[in-house]
């Protein structure tokens, strides 16, 4: 599979880099967390990550004062398994180079999406990339199996935690996993087993002979 960078045009109608922000106290605290031993984990709102300075300013400029919460996805993977997407924008900054496997909402079809749209980008160490409320992500994927990947997610306050409870009235109010949270898995998939609903197609991409 073919890795773009997110400086490349191709991650544009996904995404962007946002500039003027110190990332060094934020890396230090992310290395200080204990990786698992295996597989990924993620937690929405993390104290430690949470005291750096950053973490204000991300609030003030980048969600324009909105109330937010910054917490991590780390671990080790190379697989697609799912898409997820919010309302809103997520950002994520790493401490080693990551990717993303990526896809646009308009390309779901009958709340199925075909994986072969699915694209790949590199993200640098250190920068600061915004991901599109439209664009379906899910966990990141690392560049080097033995070190895995550190990645702080940003977004708004609550989400990823309780699914609120509620009658379905459409197709979409099924794929809600959790709050704020929209997920399509892949047939493969713990996710799917778990009884998420099944909306991709294809090959779970797995990136490991890529990397």
């Not at 922000?21 to 709102?45: N, S, V």
């Not at 937010?68 to 309302?87: A, K, S």
């Amino acid at each position: 599979m073919k890795i773009y960078s997110v400086h490349d045009s191709e991650f544009k109608p996904y995404g962007k880099l946002l500039e003027g922000y110190d990332t060094t106290e934020l890396l230090k605290a992310m290395a200080e967390i204990e990786m698992p031993a295996e597989g990924t984990a993620y937690r929405p709102g993390i104290d430690s990550l949470e005291r750096c300075a950053i973490f204000g300013e991300l609030g003030t400029r980048a969600y324009g004062g909105m109330p937010i919460q910054l917490g991590m996805c780390w671990g080790y993977n190379t697989r697609l398994n799912c898409l997820e997407y919010h309302r809103d924008s997520e950002i994520n900054i790493g401490t080693k180079d990551f990717i993303l496997l990526l896809a646009k909402q308009d390309e779901i079809e009958d709340g199925v999406l075909d994986t072969a749209r699915v694209k790949a980008f590199r993200v640098p160490a250190g920068e600061v990339v915004e991901v599109y409320a439209t664009t379906l992500h899910f966990a990141p994927c690392h560049t080097c199996p033995h070190c895995g990947f550190r990645v702080a997610v940003a977004l708004p306050k609550g989400t990823n935690t309780d699914k609120p409870v509620f009658e379905p009235r459409c197709e979409e109010d099924r794929w809600m996993t959790a709050r704020n949270k929209w997920l399509l898995a892949h047939s493969e998939s713990k996710q799917a087993a778990e009884g998420a609903h099944i909306g991709l197609k294809g090959e779970n991409i797995d990136i490991a002979g890529d990397i």
